[in-house]
């Protein structure tokens, strides 16, 4: 017997589903009694009573029962905090591993080119990833409603900020130097902070602040030598840290709001992002270059590319996993902290020198990463003893003492 997750003004919905899926399944009917006592009645059995509501009338803050006994918020707080850590690392493995497959794209054929296609890219990925969940949808493996216009226009601001992120990032490295464009970068998470903090409400500790001025300091001493920064790549670095702070705290807004799976978001996000992209790659001149350039038109370029929307199918579902189980600041840090692993991966496989500043960096970004760990650690523990206070104040039995 198991307990629905519906709550109503009297208490808890109770559910019973049989034990055996056959045709003649009975149906189950609801009979209050009170007290909050509730009855199932089979229409072809004797009624059985149920034990009584562990949260009484309307009252969710109780333990709730479950097969295997009381849930404890103990036990919630430990699944709350796993969800968080797989969604997190699943976003990290994700990011990574995308980052690392377009490098290979561009080692492998950007000097067959004259200029770049990276709009072009996203293009070829965002479709890909479309076709994959099309045909995760086609054999039943998930579910999400078929296009709506109206389900579009909710979720096209992700989209919008989504654009503006990508020009305004290459905007910036083309008029400054990669150091400054990190600098920024980790002025952007302060940004999303102070935007989660306002918007939802978002506590941050002093260690969290301490964390990111920490990485802020290691980006800074990185780019001591390269410092330089005009009127024009200033604007284009704000522009970026604007948008991209944006596109983070919408997209929590949205995985909230918008009434789609997780999967279903993943198909609106890439065929928006595909719609909104193909038309720039014709203005630009990127999809002319392609079409000209003969040697990209190889089954290995499209396979490599097939691969790169595969993950890209993934890392859309992590990102907005990640969004959804940890916040906008936990996402923004875990953006940061990737550049480590990447710069270590780049070394190890294409053999890309890393400069004493970058090891400052990673060491320094590193120690940041550490103190926010702690600070989420500690957070955990302090929204675990509220709940225990607030049982044992609410219900001073031995049992709450004792979770």
């Known amino acids: 017997m198991s307990i629905g997750n519906g709550m109503g003004s009297d208490g808890m919905t109770v559910r019973s589903p049989s034990s055996k899926a056959s ?25 059985v009573e149920l034990a009584p509501l562990a949260g009484g009338k309307g009252d969710s803050s109780k333990l709730v029962s479950s097969p295997r006994g009381p849930m404890s918020p103990s036990d919630k707080d430990s699944g709350s905090a796993m969800k968080s850590l797989i969604a997190s690392t699943m976003y990290s493995g994700c990011s990574v591993g995308m980052v690392l497959v377009n490098k290979s794209l561009a080692s492998s054929y950007n ?6 296609l990276n709009i072009l890219l ?21 579910e999400y409603p078929q296009f709506n216009f109206r389900t579009a226009q909710l979720w096209s601001p992700v989209n919008i900020l989504f654009c503006g992120m990508l020009f305004t990032g290459m905007a910036s490295l083309e008029h400054n130097s990669v150091p400054m464009v990190t600098v920024f970068k980790n002025i952007t998470n302060i940004m999303t902070t102070i935007g989660d903090c306002i918007l939802y409400g978002a506590s941050v500790e002093i260690l969290v602040i301490a964390a990111f001025g920490i990485m802020l300091a290691g980006a800074v001493m990185a780019a001591r030598n390269d410092a330089d920064v005009t009127q024009t790549g200033l604007f284009w670095m704000l522009a970026n840290c604007v948008c991209t702070s944006g596109y983070v705290l919408y997209l929590k807004y949205a995985t909230k709001s918008v009434k789609l ?22 203005i630009n001149g990127e999809f002319s270059t392609f079409l000209q350039t003969k040697a990209l038109h190889t089954v290995d370029y499209a396979v490599k590319n097939a691969f790169a929307g595969f993950v890209g199918f993934f890392l859309n579902f992590a990102s907005l996993n990640c969004v959804a189980q940890t916040g906008p600041t936990t996402y ?13 991966f780049g070394y190890v496989i294409f053999d890309n020198a890393i400069s004493e500043e970058t090891w400052t960096f990673i060491s320094i970004s590193l120690l940041g990463g550490i103190l926010y760990t ?4 500690r957070e955990g523990k302090k929204k675990s003893a509220a709940v225990l206070q607030h049982l044992r ?10 979770i």
């Open 374 to 377: 702690i600070a989420k650690l």
């Open 122 to 142: 996203v293009v070829f990925q965002a479709v890909a990833a479309v076709i994959c969940v099309e045909f995760s949808k086609y054999m039943g493996w998930v």
């Open 23 to 47: 045709s003649n399944q009975r149906d189950m009917e609801d009979i209050e009694l009170g007290s909050g006592r509730r009855l199932l009645k089979a229409k072809d059995s004797n009624i």
């Open 393 to 402: 104040h609410n219900d001073p039995s031995e049992k709450a003492h004792k």
């Open 111 to 116: 000097h067959l080119l004259e200029g770049d």
């Open 332 to 344: 923004a840090m875990i953006g940061s902290l990737n550049k480590i692993p990447i710069a270590i």
């Open 261 to 282: 799976s997780k999967f279903g978001m993943v198909f609106y996000n890439n065929v928006l992002c595909s719609v909104f992209l193909f038309p720039v790659t014709l």
